[in-house]
Protein backbone atom coordinates (compact mmCIF):
# COMPACT_ATOMS: atom_id res chain seq x y z
CA UNK A 1 0.00 0.00 0.00
CA UNK A 2 2.84 2.22 0.89
CA UNK A 3 4.53 1.65 -2.66
CA UNK A 4 0.84 2.54 -4.41
CA UNK A 5 1.06 6.09 -2.40
CA UNK A 6 4.64 6.72 -3.29
CA UNK A 7 3.94 5.85 -6.72
CA UNK A 8 0.26 7.69 -6.79
CA UNK A 9 -1.21 10.95 -8.13
CA UNK A 10 -4.61 9.96 -6.24
CA UNK A 11 -4.80 13.39 -4.28
CA UNK A 12 -3.75 15.05 -7.32
CA UNK A 13 -6.30 13.76 -8.83
CA UNK A 14 -9.09 13.60 -5.97
CA UNK A 15 -8.14 17.37 -6.17
CA UNK A 16 -7.76 18.65 -9.85
CA UNK A 17 -11.79 16.48 -9.98
CA UNK A 18 -12.96 19.03 -6.89
CA UNK A 19 -13.92 15.52 -5.25
CA UNK A 20 -13.00 16.05 -1.26
CA UNK A 21 -15.09 13.14 -0.36
CA UNK A 22 -12.39 10.99 -1.94
CA UNK A 23 -9.50 13.36 -0.99
CA UNK A 24 -10.45 13.00 2.97
CA UNK A 25 -10.76 8.73 2.51
CA UNK A 26 -7.58 8.88 0.81
CA UNK A 27 -5.70 10.95 2.88
CA UNK A 28 -7.76 9.24 6.19
CA UNK A 29 -6.24 5.55 5.24
CA UNK A 30 -2.80 7.47 4.43
CA UNK A 31 -2.82 8.39 8.18
CA UNK A 32 -3.65 5.08 9.05
CA UNK A 33 -0.74 3.74 6.68
CA UNK A 34 1.93 6.29 8.84
CA UNK A 35 0.66 5.26 12.20
CA UNK A 36 2.24 1.64 11.19
CA UNK A 37 5.11 2.89 9.14
CA UNK A 38 6.25 5.44 11.82
CA UNK A 39 5.89 7.66 8.08
CA UNK A 40 4.32 11.42 7.64
CA UNK A 41 2.46 10.25 4.79
CA UNK A 42 -0.17 13.01 4.72
CA UNK A 43 1.89 15.29 5.12
CA UNK A 44 3.84 13.53 2.15
CA UNK A 45 0.66 13.36 -0.36
CA UNK A 46 -0.92 17.01 0.52
CA UNK A 47 2.92 17.92 -0.37
CA UNK A 48 3.89 16.22 -3.31
CA UNK A 49 4.14 18.59 -6.50
CA UNK A 50 3.03 16.36 -9.35
CA UNK A 51 0.52 16.01 -12.43
CA UNK A 52 -2.33 18.63 -12.44
CA UNK A 53 -4.42 20.06 -15.85
CA UNK A 54 -4.05 23.48 -14.64
CA UNK A 55 0.53 22.81 -14.99
CA UNK A 56 3.14 21.31 -14.57
CA UNK A 57 4.72 20.69 -11.80
CA UNK A 58 2.18 22.40 -8.83
CA UNK A 59 1.02 21.19 -5.98
CA UNK A 60 -2.19 20.20 -4.49
CA UNK A 61 -2.68 23.64 -2.74
CA UNK A 62 -2.27 25.52 -5.96
CA UNK A 63 -4.70 23.62 -7.66
CA UNK A 64 -7.40 23.93 -4.96
CA UNK A 65 -6.69 27.32 -4.66
CA UNK A 66 -6.40 28.01 -8.51
CA UNK A 67 -9.81 25.74 -8.51
CA UNK A 68 -11.48 28.59 -5.93
CA UNK A 69 -13.04 25.21 -4.02
CA UNK A 70 -12.72 26.26 -0.08
CA UNK A 71 -13.31 23.25 1.46
CA UNK A 72 -10.32 21.72 -0.59
CA UNK A 73 -8.19 23.99 0.38
CA UNK A 74 -9.60 24.40 3.81
CA UNK A 75 -8.96 20.33 4.16
CA UNK A 76 -5.22 20.34 2.78
CA UNK A 77 -3.67 23.52 5.33
CA UNK A 78 -5.63 21.00 8.35
CA UNK A 79 -3.49 18.35 6.64
CA UNK A 80 -0.25 19.70 6.99
CA UNK A 81 0.06 21.51 3.37
CA UNK A 82 2.99 24.06 3.12
CA UNK A 83 1.43 27.11 2.31
CA UNK A 84 4.29 28.74 1.44
CA UNK A 85 5.24 26.34 -1.21
CA UNK A 86 6.50 27.56 -4.32
CA UNK A 87 6.48 26.40 -7.87
CA UNK A 88 8.19 27.74 -10.85
CA UNK A 89 5.29 29.05 -12.59
CA UNK A 90 2.47 29.90 -9.99
CA UNK A 91 4.67 31.59 -7.08
CA UNK A 92 3.17 30.33 -3.79
CA UNK A 93 -0.43 29.79 -3.28
CA UNK A 94 -1.27 33.35 -1.94
CA UNK A 95 -0.32 34.96 -5.37
CA UNK A 96 -2.35 31.98 -7.11
CA UNK A 97 -5.33 33.35 -4.95
CA UNK A 98 -4.62 36.61 -5.75
CA UNK A 99 -4.69 36.49 -9.57
CA UNK A 100 -7.89 34.30 -9.63
CA UNK A 101 -9.69 37.30 -7.82
CA UNK A 102 -10.39 34.38 -4.42
CA UNK A 103 -10.29 36.96 -1.59
CA UNK A 104 -11.95 34.56 0.82
CA UNK A 105 -8.98 31.95 -0.21
CA UNK A 106 -6.48 34.83 0.02
CA UNK A 107 -7.85 35.29 3.75
CA UNK A 108 -7.31 31.94 4.89
CA UNK A 109 -4.29 31.42 3.74
CA UNK A 110 -3.20 34.28 5.13
CA UNK A 111 -4.92 32.93 8.88
CA UNK A 112 -2.08 30.01 7.90
CA UNK A 113 0.37 32.00 7.70
CA UNK A 114 0.97 32.50 4.06
CA UNK A 115 4.16 34.73 3.55
CA UNK A 116 3.24 38.35 1.98
CA UNK A 117 7.14 39.16 1.38
CA UNK A 118 7.47 35.72 -0.70
CA UNK A 119 8.82 37.07 -4.96
CA UNK A 120 7.43 34.07 -7.11
CA UNK A 121 9.85 32.88 -9.84
CA UNK A 122 8.08 33.82 -12.80
CA UNK A 123 7.91 37.78 -12.76
CA UNK A 124 9.86 38.76 -9.16
CA UNK A 125 6.40 40.08 -7.76
CA UNK A 126 4.89 39.89 -4.10
CA UNK A 127 1.39 38.74 -3.64
CA UNK A 128 1.00 42.38 -3.02
CA UNK A 129 2.45 43.64 -6.65
CA UNK A 130 0.24 41.08 -8.22
CA UNK A 131 -2.89 42.64 -6.77
CA UNK A 132 -1.54 46.34 -7.65
CA UNK A 133 -0.88 45.20 -11.65
CA UNK A 134 -4.24 43.59 -11.51
CA UNK A 135 -5.71 46.01 -10.28
CA UNK A 136 -7.85 44.30 -7.31
CA UNK A 137 -8.42 46.79 -4.68
CA UNK A 138 -9.82 44.93 -2.46
CA UNK A 139 -6.91 42.78 -2.57
CA UNK A 140 -4.57 44.62 -1.93
CA UNK A 141 -6.99 45.89 1.00
CA UNK A 142 -6.42 43.00 2.62
CA UNK A 143 -2.87 42.65 2.14
CA UNK A 144 -1.88 46.27 3.32
CA UNK A 145 -4.23 45.09 6.41
CA UNK A 146 -1.85 42.10 7.43
CA UNK A 147 1.13 43.62 7.02
CA UNK A 148 1.79 43.45 3.36
CA UNK A 149 4.63 46.77 2.43
CA UNK A 150 7.20 47.75 -0.15
CA UNK A 151 10.30 48.88 0.11
CA UNK A 152 10.55 53.11 -0.39
CA UNK A 153 13.55 53.22 -1.59
CA UNK A 154 14.47 55.08 -4.78
CA UNK A 155 15.53 52.05 -6.29
CA UNK A 156 13.64 49.19 -5.84
CA UNK A 157 14.24 45.26 -7.22
CA UNK A 158 10.33 44.87 -8.64
CA UNK A 159 9.23 44.58 -12.46
CA UNK A 160 5.95 46.78 -11.66
CA UNK A 161 4.61 48.95 -13.92
CA UNK A 162 2.68 51.98 -13.42
CA UNK A 163 0.38 51.14 -16.93
CA UNK A 164 -3.11 52.57 -15.84
CA UNK A 165 -4.21 55.83 -13.20
CA UNK A 166 -5.90 52.78 -11.23
CA UNK A 167 -3.03 50.61 -10.64
CA UNK A 168 -1.41 54.40 -9.64
CA UNK A 169 -3.55 54.64 -7.28
CA UNK A 170 -2.92 51.39 -5.95
CA UNK A 171 0.76 51.97 -6.05
CA UNK A 172 0.44 55.66 -4.16
CA UNK A 173 -1.75 53.71 -1.16
CA UNK A 174 0.51 51.10 -1.14
CA UNK A 175 3.35 53.81 0.31
CA UNK A 176 4.93 52.73 -3.83
CA UNK A 177 6.49 56.32 -4.85
CA UNK A 178 6.07 56.54 -8.10
CA UNK A 179 9.23 58.18 -9.13
CA UNK A 180 10.78 54.46 -7.77
CA UNK A 181 13.26 53.27 -10.38
CA UNK A 182 11.88 49.68 -10.61
CA UNK A 183 13.95 46.11 -12.63
CA UNK A 184 13.76 47.62 -16.11
CA UNK A 185 15.98 50.83 -15.42
CA UNK A 186 13.52 53.08 -15.99
CA UNK A 187 11.21 55.03 -12.63
CA UNK A 188 7.67 53.59 -12.70
CA UNK A 189 5.36 56.29 -13.94
CA UNK A 190 7.19 56.00 -17.25
CA UNK A 191 4.00 54.68 -19.38
CA UNK A 192 2.23 57.74 -18.65
CA UNK A 193 4.63 59.28 -21.71
CA UNK A 194 2.14 57.30 -23.54
CA UNK A 195 -1.15 57.72 -22.06
CA UNK A 196 -2.88 60.93 -21.65
CA UNK A 197 -5.14 59.76 -18.86
CA UNK A 198 -2.68 58.25 -16.17
CA UNK A 199 -0.13 61.44 -17.33
CA UNK A 200 -2.98 64.05 -16.19
CA UNK A 201 -3.44 62.34 -13.40
CA UNK A 202 0.46 62.44 -12.40
CA UNK A 203 1.98 65.60 -13.94
CA UNK A 204 -1.54 67.40 -12.08
CA UNK A 205 -0.70 65.47 -8.96
CA UNK A 206 1.33 66.69 -5.80
CA UNK A 207 4.20 64.97 -6.15
CA UNK A 208 4.10 66.03 -10.43
CA UNK A 209 6.16 68.72 -10.38
CA UNK A 210 8.99 66.67 -8.18
CA UNK A 211 8.90 63.93 -10.91
CA UNK A 212 9.44 66.42 -13.53
CA UNK A 213 11.92 68.94 -12.29
CA UNK A 214 14.50 66.63 -12.63
CA UNK A 215 14.02 65.17 -15.66
CA UNK A 216 17.21 65.41 -18.07
CA UNK A 217 17.57 64.80 -22.02
CA UNK A 218 19.10 61.29 -21.48
CA UNK A 219 16.58 60.47 -18.56
CA UNK A 220 13.74 61.21 -21.06
CA UNK A 221 15.25 59.45 -24.03
CA UNK A 222 15.75 56.65 -21.75
CA UNK A 223 12.23 56.42 -20.71
CA UNK A 224 10.63 57.32 -24.18
CA UNK A 225 13.11 54.26 -25.65
CA UNK A 226 11.54 52.53 -23.00
CA UNK A 227 7.92 52.59 -23.15
CA UNK A 228 7.85 52.75 -27.04
CA UNK A 229 9.53 49.66 -26.88
CA UNK A 230 7.78 47.40 -25.07
CA UNK A 231 4.10 49.33 -26.01
CA UNK A 232 1.72 46.56 -27.77
CA UNK A 233 -0.19 49.48 -30.23
CA UNK A 234 2.15 49.37 -33.59
CA UNK A 235 1.75 53.47 -33.48
CA UNK A 236 1.70 55.34 -30.41
CA UNK A 237 1.48 59.24 -29.27
CA UNK A 238 2.71 60.78 -26.61
CA UNK A 239 2.31 64.54 -27.70
CA UNK A 240 -0.23 65.31 -24.74
CA UNK A 241 2.11 63.92 -22.25
CA UNK A 242 5.16 65.03 -23.19
CA UNK A 243 3.37 69.00 -23.00
CA UNK A 244 2.44 68.22 -19.32
CA UNK A 245 5.41 67.14 -18.36
CA UNK A 246 6.97 70.22 -19.89
CA UNK A 247 4.29 72.44 -18.17
CA UNK A 248 4.85 70.91 -14.38
CA UNK A 249 8.86 70.71 -15.05
CA UNK A 250 9.59 74.20 -14.28
CA UNK A 251 11.69 74.18 -16.67
CA UNK A 252 12.99 77.78 -18.26
CA UNK A 253 12.85 76.18 -21.65
CA UNK A 254 11.84 72.81 -23.03
CA UNK A 255 15.61 72.32 -24.07
CA UNK A 256 16.66 71.93 -20.63
CA UNK A 257 14.55 68.97 -20.66
CA UNK A 258 15.05 67.60 -24.24
CA UNK A 259 18.20 68.78 -24.90
CA UNK A 260 21.86 67.50 -23.76
CA UNK A 261 24.89 68.12 -24.83
CA UNK A 262 27.98 65.89 -24.67
CA UNK A 263 30.81 66.48 -22.61
CA UNK A 264 34.19 64.62 -22.56
CA UNK A 265 33.12 60.51 -23.10
CA UNK A 266 29.32 61.19 -22.34
CA UNK A 267 27.29 61.78 -25.99
CA UNK A 268 25.13 64.43 -26.92
CA UNK A 269 20.96 63.41 -25.98
CA UNK A 270 18.40 65.41 -28.31
CA UNK A 271 15.26 64.09 -27.52
CA UNK A 272 13.66 65.40 -30.93
CA UNK A 273 16.48 63.41 -32.76
CA UNK A 274 14.90 60.47 -31.13
CA UNK A 275 11.21 60.88 -31.61
CA UNK A 276 12.23 61.84 -35.60
CA UNK A 277 13.80 58.72 -35.67
CA UNK A 278 10.78 56.72 -34.76
CA UNK A 279 8.85 59.06 -37.13
CA UNK A 280 6.73 60.67 -34.48
CA UNK A 281 5.38 63.88 -36.68
CA UNK A 282 3.08 64.98 -33.86
CA UNK A 283 5.78 64.89 -30.76
CA UNK A 284 8.61 66.25 -33.29
CA UNK A 285 6.39 69.22 -34.75
CA UNK A 286 5.35 69.99 -30.69
CA UNK A 287 9.01 70.14 -29.68
CA UNK A 288 9.75 72.31 -32.28
CA UNK A 289 6.87 74.68 -31.38
CA UNK A 290 7.79 74.70 -27.94
CA UNK A 291 11.24 76.01 -29.11
CA UNK A 292 13.57 73.08 -29.56
CA UNK A 293 16.69 73.79 -31.69
CA UNK A 294 16.28 72.09 -34.76
CA UNK A 295 19.83 71.43 -35.80
CA UNK A 296 20.76 70.52 -32.27
CA UNK A 297 23.05 67.08 -33.26
CA UNK A 298 21.63 65.10 -30.04
CA UNK A 299 21.30 61.52 -32.13
CA UNK A 300 23.98 58.97 -33.61
CA UNK A 301 23.88 60.15 -36.62
CA UNK A 302 23.80 64.25 -36.00
CA UNK A 303 20.45 66.24 -36.14
CA UNK A 304 16.95 65.44 -35.85
CA UNK A 305 17.02 65.35 -39.75
CA UNK A 306 19.45 63.09 -40.49
CA UNK A 307 17.68 60.88 -37.51
CA UNK A 308 14.34 60.74 -39.53
CA UNK A 309 16.41 60.11 -43.09
CA UNK A 310 18.14 57.33 -41.43
CA UNK A 311 15.31 56.01 -40.14
CA UNK A 312 13.20 56.84 -43.83
CA UNK A 313 10.59 58.66 -41.72
CA UNK A 314 9.55 60.56 -44.96
CA UNK A 315 6.75 62.68 -43.13
CA UNK A 316 9.01 63.46 -40.50
CA UNK A 317 11.54 64.85 -42.88
CA UNK A 318 9.48 66.61 -45.03
CA UNK A 319 8.24 69.28 -41.97
CA UNK A 320 11.89 69.38 -40.57
CA UNK A 321 12.92 70.26 -44.24
CA UNK A 322 9.79 72.85 -44.45
CA UNK A 323 10.18 74.13 -40.79
CA UNK A 324 14.25 75.31 -42.16
CA UNK A 325 16.16 72.47 -41.10
CA UNK A 326 19.73 72.45 -43.43
CA UNK A 327 19.61 69.85 -45.10
CA UNK A 328 23.39 69.46 -45.75
CA UNK A 329 24.36 68.86 -41.69
CA UNK A 330 28.35 68.39 -39.92
CA UNK A 331 28.58 65.81 -37.89
CA UNK A 332 31.70 64.35 -36.41
CA UNK A 333 33.93 65.79 -39.41
CA UNK A 334 31.30 64.36 -42.09
CA UNK A 335 29.34 66.29 -44.42
CA UNK A 336 26.42 64.49 -45.06
CA UNK A 337 23.52 65.24 -47.13
CA UNK A 338 20.31 65.09 -47.11
CA UNK A 339 19.67 63.59 -50.60
CA UNK A 340 21.89 60.95 -49.84
CA UNK A 341 19.22 59.15 -47.93
CA UNK A 342 16.72 59.51 -50.69
CA UNK A 343 14.72 62.36 -48.81
CA UNK A 344 14.53 64.63 -51.85
CA UNK A 345 10.97 63.72 -52.00
CA UNK A 346 10.41 66.08 -49.76
CA UNK A 347 9.95 68.83 -51.89
CA UNK A 348 7.83 66.85 -53.79
CA UNK A 349 4.06 67.02 -53.65
Not at 255 to 273: A, L, N, Q, W
Not at 295 to 322: I, N, S
Request: overall charge neutral; glycine content about 10%; proline content about 3%.
Amino acid sequence: MIWLLDNSIAVHVAVDRECPKALKVLLSHAAGISNASHRNLVHELVNRTGWSSQARAISPLHVAVGSGNMELVRLLLECGAEVNRQTVMKGTALHVAVEEYELDIARLLLEHGASLATRDYHRGYTPLEVAIQLPWERSVDLLLENGAYVKCSQYADTSLVCGSTEVAVLMLRSGIPLQTVGRFGVPLWAPACLESRLATFIFNSDFGHSIASGMTASDLWKILSFVHGTAVEDRVHSRGPLRLLYRRSGHASIRDMTESDGKESVRSFGVMCFLAELGLVDEVKLLLDLGCNIEFEGGLTGTALMAAAHGGRLDVVKMLVYAGARICSGFPGNRKLAVGWKIYGAGQD
